[in-house]
C-alpha cells in the first residue's frame, strides 16, 4: 500500500503541474498504479492525497509568479480591485467584459481596451513555464470571484490570480477586436455591393448628368460658341501686336525696341494686353463650365460610381466604406503582431508598405525601399486593376491599395493563413498543433479539416455527422510527429 501511495503521489505531482481538478489527479493515478499491479488505495487516502499535493503545486505556482512582478507591477494589478472607472465599477470588473457587436464606436472602443489591458503588463514574461491549463484554471477562479471576495485571498495566489486574469484578457481582447476587424471588413465590403447594385438602379440619372455636363463643354468649344470667338479676337490682336514690332530682332535690347517703335511702344503693350485677356477669357470658359458642375471630388466619384457599374466591380467603391475605420485599423495593425503561417508573405509584405506611405495623399510607389516591386498577384484581377492609374505608371492608388491590403488581411485571419502573437484563436497552428491542450476549438477545427481532408464522394456517402475518431489521421499530417486528432480510435489513441 505504501508503495502503491508513493507511486500515486508522484504521477499527481507530475501531472498538478498541467491539471488543476483533483478528479483528474486521481484518475491518472489509478491507471498508473494499476498497471504498476498494486492494491488501490482507498478513496479518502486519494482524495487527501490530491488535495494535499494540488494544494503544495498551485502554492509554488502562486510564488514563483509572485517573484516574477516587481513592486510596481504588484501595486497595479491590486489597484484593480479598488480603483474604480466612470461607470463606477472596479477596473477588476473591466478585465471580464466581452466585446459588443462589430459597430465603429465598439470598434475604436476595443481597440482602446487592448491598449489598456496591454499596459498592465507582460503577464507572458511573468506566466513563464506555467500551463496553460493552470492559466485557464486560475483565472476562471478569479473571473467566478467578485473584488470584495478576491480581496479575502491571500496576497501571493491573489496576485497569481490576478495576473492568470490579466493574461486572458489581453488574449481575449486580441481574439474579440481581430474577429471585429473581419466583421467590419465584411459589413463594408457588403455596404459596397449594395452600393453597386444601386449604382446599376441610378445608372440612368448619373449617365445623364454626365452626358449634359459633356454637351455644355462641347457648345463652349464648337465653332459657333465663345471660345472659338474668342481665340478669332485674339488671333486678330497677336497679328497686329506682330504688325507693330515688324522684324525686330527677338535678342534686341530694351533701348532698341524703344528707338525702333517710338510712340507704337505703348500702344503695342496695350494690345498684347488686351490679347492676353482674350485668351484667358476663352480659358475661363471652360473653367466656369466645368465648376458649375459641382466640387472635383464629387466630380471624381461620380465618374468612378459608373465605371464600377460598368466594369461590374465593386473593389473601387470599398475605400468609401472604410474611410471612417482606417486610423483604427492602422493603429490595430501596428499594435498586433502578425505572422504568416507559411512562406507566403505577400500579403504582410504589402500592409508594411501601406503602413509606410499611409501618409502620401493621392499614390504610393509601387516598389519597396530596396527597389523590389511590391508583389500583389494575391488580390483577384479586379483589384489589380483598381489600384493602378494609366495616368501614374509605376504608381498605387493610395485608397485603393490600403482597401485591398484590409480586405485580404482580413480574409488570411479568418482562414488561418495570418496569425497573431499572444492571441488563442488566432495563434500559429503550426505551433499549436503538437500541442492540443492550447488549442481553441476555431484553431482545432481548421487544423483537422486540413488534416483529414475528406473527399466530396465521402462527404456525400456520410448521412449524418460522426465523431471526430471516426477520421484516421494523423493530428499534423507529418510521419515525424508521434500526435495524433483528439478523441482518435486506433494504436496509440489517447482519448
Known sequence: MAKARKIAEAVMRNEAMSKNRPADLIN???????????????????????AKVRTEVNASICVGTYDQLSKAH??????????????VTTKYNKLKQSAKAPTWSHFRSQAEHLGWVDELGETGVWLDGVASGKIT?????????????????????????????VHKARMRARDELTTMFYKRIALQVKRAKAELESIREQQ??????????????????????????????????????????GELDQDAEAGAVAARLGSGLALALHTMAKALRVQAGALGVHAAAVDGFGVFEGRYERVEKVAAHHGNYWEVLLYGHLLKDRATMYDLTSRLELTTTSEDSRVLDALAHARRYKTSRDYIPERHEDGHPVDISFATLNWQKAVRDK???????????????????AEELRTGDVAMTGSEE??????????????????????????????????????????????????????????????QRGPGHRP
Open 137 to 165: 484554471d486560475f483565472a476562471r477562479e478569479a473571473d467566478a470571484a467578485d473584488a470584495p471576495g478576491l480581496r479575502d485571498y491571500k496576497l501571493m495566489k491573489r496576485l497569481a490570480l490576478l495576473v492568470c486574469l
Open 204 to 245: 440612368q440619372a448619373i449617365v445623364e448628368a454626365l452626358i449634359a455636363n459633356y454637351r455644355t463643354v462641347l457648345q463652349h468649344i464648337d465653332a459657333d460658341g465663345p471660345v472659338q470667338a474668342a481665340r478669332e479676337k485674339a488671333a486678330a490682336l497677336t497679328a497686329e501686336i506682330l504688325a507693330a514690332v
Open 426 to 487: 488566432y495563434a500559429d497552428l503550426e505551433v499549436s498543433r503538437c500541442f492540443p491542450g492550447r488549442m481553441s476549438w476555431r484553431s482545432w477545427t481548421i487544423t483537422w479539416w486540413r488534416s483529414a481532408s475528406p473527399s466530396p464522394a465521402t462527404m456525400r456517402r456520410t448521412t449524418r455527422w460522426r465523431s471526430v475518431g471516426s477520421w484516421r489521421t494523423t493530428h499534423c499530417g507529418r510521419r515525424e510527429c508521434g500526435c495524433r486528432v483528439p478523441g
Open 391 to 409: 495616368n501614374r505608371p509605376g504608381a498605387f492608388v493610395r485608397k485603393h491599395f490600403e482597401a485591398m491590403v484590409f480586405a485580404a488581411l
Open 74 to 87: 504588484r501595486e497595479r494589478l491590486l489597484a484593480l480591485l479598488s480603483d474604480k472607472d466612470a461607470s
Open 28 to 50: 491518472i493515478a489509478l491507471e498508473k498504479v494499476v498497471e504498476a499491479g498494486l492494491e488501490l488505495p482507498g478513496s479518502t487516502t486519494l482524495d487527501a492525497l490530491a
